[in-house]
């Protein structure tokens, strides 16, 4: 690391006159098929989670429904696939998220006690929260990349979440659906907002 | 060669700071944002379990996908803070790049 670090220096001192003017720092490059991509999901899970909701109780609304195994199905795929795409650009910073996360909880305790009949089960979704940015944090599964990596490992790990509840509830419903329905389409935004930070000034959608 | 450091300072450093500004106050907003939605979304969860509508078992994937926000909004930001970094050294770069040329009479420095 040393030694690469010393070798670089090296070269930008041999190359005197042609210093850049500008810097690249991290590789961070926008990719606007990553946006196309989480636009079709999201207009794609809006449209799936109402048709299971006006069809809850119904065989087509069910998790075992064929139309809910094509769209977990190819949805698994597709999001696993812009995760990798991800990581294979030549973003090279290691995200510090997970390690920062805990620094959030201590906010949102109060917040969250302020909701009206909630106190107690308020605090128990806090010390959820707390103990799963716990988890994620000893897993070491949302620092294994870019930030990129991270935010659309995000976006596959709710999609998942919206699979796993539809599967337990084995219908999807208010305010439950509502509710994750919600929480995936935070997570695309806080991606497509990830992709918007690097989109050079001035560059067209 | 004549080169007028403390003047091409200046303006290197106002340069970094006009790019700052305009980036700085956005990432401000998308921070609050953020943060505002992930409370909201927890004191519906909470709410839900209170009035139980949501079991605790589906409470807690709830909270999960909530988590994964919170991490992925900490991700987003790094990533608007270093994209806001570049910004500033390329706007103080490009002041010192014209400088430099300009006192040598020639193209020294090259993009």
């Known amino acids: ?205 | 060669m004549s080169l007028n450091l403390e003047a091409v300072t200046h303006q290197a450093v106002a340069a970094g700071a006009a790019a700052a500004g305009t980036a700085w106050a956005s990432i401000r907003t998308v921070a609050t944002q953020e943060l505002h939605t992930l409370c909201a979304r927890l004191a519906q969860i909470a709410a839900g379990v209170a009035s139980g509508d949501i079991t605790r078992e589906t409470a807690l994937i709830l909270v999960g996908m909530a988590r994964n926000n919170a991490i992925a909004t900490i991700a987003m930001l790094t990533t608007h803070t270093v994209m806001l970094a570049q910004r500033v050294v390329d706007a103080a770069l490009a002041v010192i790049l014209h400088a430099v040329n300009a006192a040598a009479g020639f193209p020294l420095i090259r993009i």
């Open chain 1, 1 to 205: 690391m040393a030694i690469g670090k010393i070798a670089r220096w090296g070269a930008l001192t041999a190359a005197g006159p042609l210093l850049a003017a500008c810097v690249t720092l991290y590789g961070l490059t926008y990719d606007p098929g990553i946006v196309r991509e989480l636009n079709e999901y999201h207009q794609n899970v809006v449209a799936f989670v109402s048709e299971m909701e006006a069809r809850a109780g119904e065989p087509a609304g069910a998790y075992t429904s064929p139309r809910a195994t094509e769209f977990y199905g190819r949805y698994r795929g597709v999001l696993t696939n812009l995760v990798v795409r991800a990581q294979a650009s030549p973003e090279t910073q290691r995200c510090p998220s997970a390690g920062l996360a805990s620094l959030i909880v201590v906010n949102i305790g109060e917040a969250v006690a302020e909701a009206p009949r909630a106190r107690e089960a308020a605090r128990e979704v806090i010390l959820g929260f707390d103990s799963q940015v716990r988890e994620a944090q000893a897993s070491g599964v949302f620092e294994s990349g870019s930030c990129t990596v991270v935010v659309l490992n995000a976006v596959l790990a709710n999609q998942l979440a919206l699979e796993s509840i539809h599967q337990r509830e084995r219908k999807l419903i208010p305010p439950v659906s509502t509710l994750a329905l919600a929480l995936v389409g935070d997570s695309v935004r806080i991606a497509l907002r990830n992709e918007e930070a690097k989109k050079p000034i001035g560059a067209t959608p």
